[in-house]
């Protein structure tokens, strides 16, 4: 039998590869998104920037962290934005003291490793902070979280909180463990994390976890508490895709990371509490930030 011509087989080689990139291409972008409001935000902005670009765009939110996680890792979710520290000390339990450089650099190399790969990050470090009504807290004389630590149980303070940072070790478990102290069994009042605010604002609790890149913060007079032993990491804002859905996509690395460097903490202020605050539909703040910045027509 004579052989097949090397030209032929390079070109058969080819085609086939052509034929499954263009396969790949047609298949939707599937972007995730977690259950509050940046999240939900970002995720709509992703979609509708994907798609006015022509790249067909698929939406998943309002999961909770692992569940999105865990579904980009299989294949189910090709890019959504996530947090350099829950990466860290969530998905790949390192409990190491790392600057904001670091660990983005760690969460790089791990997740990559993975087939997942952090594109350039934001300038936005939306990490967690205990909050009181400025009022109260300037009554009892709080400033940082040791002194909170020191009142907890003997004033029976309650904290609201959603069931995920309750259960997580870069959150409340290991938060307690650091400062020394517990709230009482009756003191943590778990709830969806965008109601955590309305219950501190409404008196129904004397704490409550909050996001500093919340507008809701500022706008309902919340006085934070600094966070005077360090305990959290850096949670830098960021898009990851998979590397699958990027070879697949040229375009959908720079259009990512295009966005990913307009978005620093008072825009993502900004962006919550038009949806928190002002009560706008999250499609149209996102719409309205795409049009601004000329990413969309």
């Known amino acids: 039998m004579r052989p097949f011509p090397l030209r032929l087989t390079l070109l058969a080689a080819a085609l086939v590869a052509s034929l499954a990139q263009a396969h790949a291409q047609s298949k939707p972008i599937v972007v995730g998104g977690k259950n509050f409001t940046e999240q939900l935000v970002l995720a709509e902005m992703t979609a509708q920037l994907l798609a006015a670009k022509g790249i067909k765009a698929d939406k998943k939110d309002g999961l909770a962290s692992a569940l999105l996680r865990q579904a980009q890792e299989n294949g189910e979710v090709d890019v959504y934005w996530e947090y350099t520290g829950t990466s860290l000390v969530v998905y790949n339990k390192v409990t190491d003291r ?36 400025g009022d109260e807290a300037r009554k009892r004389g709080l400033r940082t979280i040791s002194d909170l630590a020191k009142v907890v149980e003997s004033e029976r303070l309650k904290l609201a909180t959603d069931g995920e940072f309750a259960r997580r070790d870069d959150g409340l478990v290991g938060l307690q463990k650091a400062y020394g102290f517990t709230y009482p069994r009756t003191g943590l009042v778990l709830m969806d994390p965008g109601l955590t605010y309305e219950a501190l604002r409404q008196g129904r609790v004397e704490t409550a976890v909050v996001l500093s890149t919340d507008g809701r913060v500022k706008a309902f007079g919340f006085a934070t508490l600094e966070d005077d032993k360090g305990f959290f990491p850096s949670y830098v804002l960021a898009p990851v895709a998979r590397k699958a859905a990027l070879d697949a996509n040229p375009q959908l690395g720079p259009l990512l990371e295009d966005l990913s460097g307009r978005l620093t903490e008072d825009v993502m202020r900004g962006l919550n509490a038009a949806v928190d605050v002002d009560k706008r539909d999250v499609r149209q703040v996102a719409a309205d930030f795409l049009k601004e910045q000329r990413l969309v027509q």
Do not use: F, H, M
């Not at 790392?98 to 939306?126: C, F, H, M």
């Open 98 to 133: 790392l600057s904001p450089a670091q660990t983005y650099e760690r969460v790089r190399e791990l997740d990559g490793a993975k087939g997942l790969v952090w594109l350039k990050a934001t300038t936005a470090n939306n990490t967690y902070s205990i909050a009181l009504q």
